[in-house]
């Protein structure tokens, strides 16, 4: 939930929470002072009726039903005059106010004794909740009635006062991901001023970090590029001088590996989204597929192992370079790792949204835990110690990794029916051929 939207809710929350304790304070208030009037209208009434010209057997006239009062006068014992409804007999009656179920409801009686009169007054108290109500909803009516408008300016004052934090947000949205330039933007804000001047520090701490990470790996495979050749020279020169030995194989197969090592990390240091972005054009999967199935034959040959490719082609925007690599990284895996005499499996997917390229395998798979840990720089599925034997830098999933981010794309890392490991690419909004 937004900031803006929790805020107008607390606002709100605490509106209607204090225009119910007022409408429960006001209810109680009304009760009271309503209670007073009419108890002090019951002894007016009473004064009135014990002054009334009445004598033993003269009734006078009843009182109208709709002013809901109901009354008795007594004289030395007799009843002179009375509403029928208030029957009941002198002595059942205490000097005062006093709350009885007369009638089948529940009313205030107020008796006005003298020396010579007894006068009984009553009321329904229907008739006091009826006034308290009507006191406290003409009181709290337009005030519910204006809640649904507060609600509207807390909304836009809210919004108003976040919008700083608004546009804060929506400058970091647009920024590209290697872009660590200092927040220029004055702000008069005390609680926004830290904010930017925390992130510039942290723009600043972030841009040194990333710069000595990027430069430092390609910068040292780029000088060792020159002496790796000068060695691989001068051990062909010694192999062609003094023939072909265990120990010469041995450096060789050293030389090759670092110098393997070096190209996966000058491709790691290479692989920057905006970089490619720039120049993607279309490019047919299905094409790029043979062309590297092609480059790597001779592997699966050495290995006897039987591959197909199918599917239907489809165009994505991209470049070749990235693509060739990611298909050549995860295809070279599947040969590393899958027995002799085993299956390779590649088919290309199109749905009404999504493109898949998939590649399956009968090796051995990965563990759930292996599976979190592959795309991790130098690490190796069961290392140098693996039972392929294959000689690896570690490298190759980190770098499909960073390709699958230039294009936006999901990996899936799953079982396969081959009984190994099913790897599928999805790119997303690609175009169909």
Request: proline letters at 3%; a neutral charge.
């Amino acid at each position: 939930m937004s900031i803006r939207k929790r805020l107008t809710l607390i606002l709100l929350s605490m509106m209607v929470l204090t225009c119910f304790l007022a409408l429960v304070k006001g209810y109680q208030k009304s009760m009271s002072h309503g209670e007073q009037l009419l108890d002090s209208e019951l002894k007016v009434v009473a004064g009135v009726l014990m002054q009334q010209p009445l004598s033993i057997n003269a009734m006078a006239p009843k009182m109208q039903e709709s002013a809901q009062l109901l009354y008795q006068i007594w004289q030395s014992g007799e009843l002179l005059s009375g509403s029928d409804e208030l029957n009941l007999d002198l002595s059942q009656y205490q000097a005062g106010f006093q709350t009885l179920n007369i009638a089948g409801q529940r009313m205030r009686v107020f008796v006005f004794a003298t020396s010579l009169r007894t006068v009984i007054v009553a009321e329904p108290i229907a008739k006091r909740f009826e006034l308290a109500e009507a006191v406290i909803l003409s009181a709290m009516l337009p005030m519910l009635w204006a809640v649904p408008l507060l609600a509207l300016f807390i909304s836009f004052f809210v919004k108003y006062a976040l919008a700083p934090l608004t546009r804060l947000s929506r400058q970091l949205a647009q920024r590209q991901a290697n872009d660590f330039t200092a927040i220029n933007w004055q702000v008069t804000d005390e609680e926004i001023k830290p904010v930017i001047s925390r992130l510039n520090d942290l723009f600043k701490r972030v841009e040194t970090a990333y710069l000595r990470e990027r430069f430092f790996a390609s910068d040292a495979a780029h000088e060792l590029r020159t002496p790796l050749s000068s060695l691989k020279i001068n051990v062909h020169n010694l192999a062609a001088q003094q023939g072909d030995n265990q120990e010469l194989q041995a450096m060789t197969q050293g030389i090759n590996r670092l110098t393997n090592i070096v190209e996966q990390m000058l491709i790691l240091g290479r692989t920057q989204p905006e970089q490619w972005q720039k120049q993607f054009k279309e490019q047919s999967l299905l094409g790029i597929s043979q062309a590297v199935v092609s480059q790597l034959y001779d592997k699966l040959a050495a290995k006897n192992h039987s591959i197909s490719l199918d599917g239907d082609d489809f165009i994505i925007n991209g470049d070749e370079f990235t693509l060739v690599t990611l298909i050549s990284n995860l295809l070279s895996n599947a040969i590393k790792y899958t027995p002799a005499n085993g299956q390779i499996k590649i088919t290309l997917n199109q749905t009404h949204r999504q493109r898949i390229w998939q590649i399956e395998d009968s090796g051995p798979g990965m563990t759930d835990e292996q599976k979190k840990r592959v795309f991790n720089r130098f690490y190796r599925v069961g290392g140098d110690q693996h039972p392929s034997g294959e000689q690896g830098a570690g490298l190759g999933m980190a770098i499909v990794q960073h390709i699958i981010a230039i294009y936006n794309a999901q990996i899936n890392l799953t079982e396969s029916a081959l009984g190994g490991l099913k790897v599928q690419v999805v790119f997303a909004g690609a175009k169909c051929d």
